[in-house]
């Protein structure tokens, strides 16, 4: 098949590139989701632990 | 360790004789996609490379029921506990499993490959023998190393019977690739066997690296 | 501990993209046969090589699990092989594209990288129904890696085969994947392949860093929940 001309040839240049950029895009969204939820995550714990902080356990028995 | 191995290969050869679940399913399903190929190609008579094609995709799918059900028996009976509590190696395991896998697909193919030449064949399968024979017998070890391996990786899982062929049909594509090639030239009137050497070279090859990798990863599998 | 090295690695990353895509649009020229749709040959390759070599690396980490029992080689070798999944959906992706362009079809079966690919990645998508359908933890390190090892080793040995098939049944003259390349061709090439390179590395330490994070909040979780109790 002879060379396809440069405006169409463009199209599929870029389809390809748009392809791998867009998978790098993604996976950052995605990335920066689970931060986000870490983060989330992390605020509620320091939370708990600060309940845990004020009132100290009753029986002083340490966890097994 | 080869003693413990003839112990388990006798045993399950002898239920296999028992019970007749594995080759005779294998056999009966083979002869039936001939049929079935016959209809679906409309072709009275195949040759080259769309016969070998054929026979081997064949011959892999039947391959295939064999490989599922080679740790069925240990699945359904709580066998493996047993094996495993015993001080045994557990390649010993695998060389059983692999040796009786062996045998299913020589027995399989005694009757496969005539039936393939009666029904679909076109050229005469005498001439073809001499060579396709050690093909057939160099594929086995690929197909029955390689679908042990398999079998054991699937044999803990919640559906064996699906991760065994979707685990085993790519794995042998190499395998496929090099017996179906050295077939094709066999299956042809002419019967010119070019290249046999090349096809057989990486047919070995495929072998000696499953082999080898299957022996030295079988121990941490059953492990418990 | 995952993110060690990490900022760096991801400025290098950045650095090394962007200097391939100009060398690829700015400076190597045309190929004769295919013109301007040859540039996707640029990243499409590249990609196929990195995921193959981050299949090849998860069966790596995986002998290293098996042999010294320590999970975390499971999670590097797991995070590699999602990872090279990932990269091998693009793979097929622009390799059709560039199957179109250049050759009129969507798929074509005698282009050996492309249909050997193909197998492997068939291969690896049941890596995740076999993770994931056993449920003991060690068990699933431990039969994962076994999965990875064998997988690892087929890679070479399926390309071998695919190509010395197509060899004989299509003889093409492999004019861009790696035959005789222009110089300049070579080298924007080869800081492509660097570049994907990076760019798996740096994504797949985000990703264990990330999965790592997960799992100590969870015990971080786990422990307040029972001291509060």
């Known amino acids: 098949m002879p060379a396809l001309p440069l405006d169409e040839a463009g199209k599929y240049v870029a389809g390809a590139y748009v392809v791998f950029f867009t998978l790098i895009v993604l996976y950052m969204a995605i990335i920066g989701a689970k931060i986000a939820r870490i983060d989330g995550e992390l605020s509620e714990l320091n939370e708990l632990a600060e309940k845990g902080e004020r009132q100290p356990e009753p029986d002083g028995e340490p966890v097994a | 360790m080869i003693r413990t191995a003839r112990t388990i290969l006798r045993k399950d050869l002898a239920i296999e004789l028992r019970t007749k679940e594995s080759v005779p399913a294998m056999t009966l399903f083979t002869v039936t996609v001939f049929v079935l190929f016959h209809f679906g190609l409309d072709r009275d008579a195949l040759e080259g490379d769309l016969a070998s094609g054929v026979l081997w995709v064949t011959l892999l799918l039947a391959a295939v029921i064999g490989v599922s059900r080679l740790f069925a028996v240990e699945r359904e009976q709580g066998g493996i506990d047993g094996l495993l509590l015993a001080p045994v190696d557990r390649t010993a395991l695998w060389l059983a499993k692999a040796t009786a896998l062996f045998l299913y697909l020589v027995v399989l193919e005694l009757v496969a490959v005539p039936a393939f030449a009666l029904f679909l064949l076109g050229p005469d399968l005498l001439p073809a023998l001499p060579v396709l024979i050690p093909i057939l017998l160099v594929a086995n070890i690929g197909l029955a190393a390689i679908g042990a391996l398999v079998s054991a990786l699937a044999a803990e899982t919640r559906a064996p019977g699906l991760i065994v062929p979707l685990l085993l049909l790519p794995l042998v594509v190499p395998l496929l690739i090099s017996a179906a090639s050295a077939t094709e030239p066999l299956l042809r009137g002419d019967q010119a066997a070019d290249d046999l050497g090349r096809w057989l070279g990486l047919l070995s090859l495929y072998d000696v690296v499953f082999v080898l990798i299957a022996v030295a990863v079988f121990d941490f599998l059953l492990d418990d | ?229």
């Open chain 3, 1 to 229: 501990m995952y993110s060690k090295g990490l900022k760096p690695l991801s400025i290098a990353t950045v650095v090394l993209m962007g200097a391939s895509l100009a060398l690829v649009f700015f400076y190597a020229p045309n190929d004769a046969d295919q013109g301007f749709v040859q540039k996707i040959f640029y990243v499409h390759v590249p990609l196929a090589i990195v995921a193959l070599g981050g299949f090849v690396a998860g069966g790596i980490f995986a002998i290293q699990n098996l042999r010294t029992g320590d999970r975390s080689w499971d999670a590097r070798s797991y995070v590699a092989i999602h990872m090279s999944i990932i990269f091998g959906v693009v793979v097929l992706i622009t390799g059709s594209i560039w199957a179109r362009a250049a050759w009129g079809h969507w798929w074509v079966w005698d282009e050996p990288v492309l249909v050997s690919f193909l197998v492997v990645f068939l291969l690896y998508c049941v890596y995740y129904p076999l993770r994931f359908s056993i449920e003991d933890p060690d068990r699933q390190a431990r039969y994962s890696s076994v999965f990875a090892i064998a997988a690892g080793a087929f890679v070479p040995i399926n390309f071998a085969a695919v190509r010395m098939a197509e060899a004989f049944t299509h003889p093409r003259v492999l004019s861009q994947t790696g035959g005789s390349m222009p110089g300049d061709m070579r080298m924007t090439f080869f800081v492509c392949i660097a570049a994907v390179a990076l760019l798996f590395i740096t994504m797949w330490k985000l990703e264990l860093t990330a999965k790592n994070a997960s799992m100590q909040l969870k015990r971080l979780r786990r422990r307040l929940e029972a001291e509060a109790a």
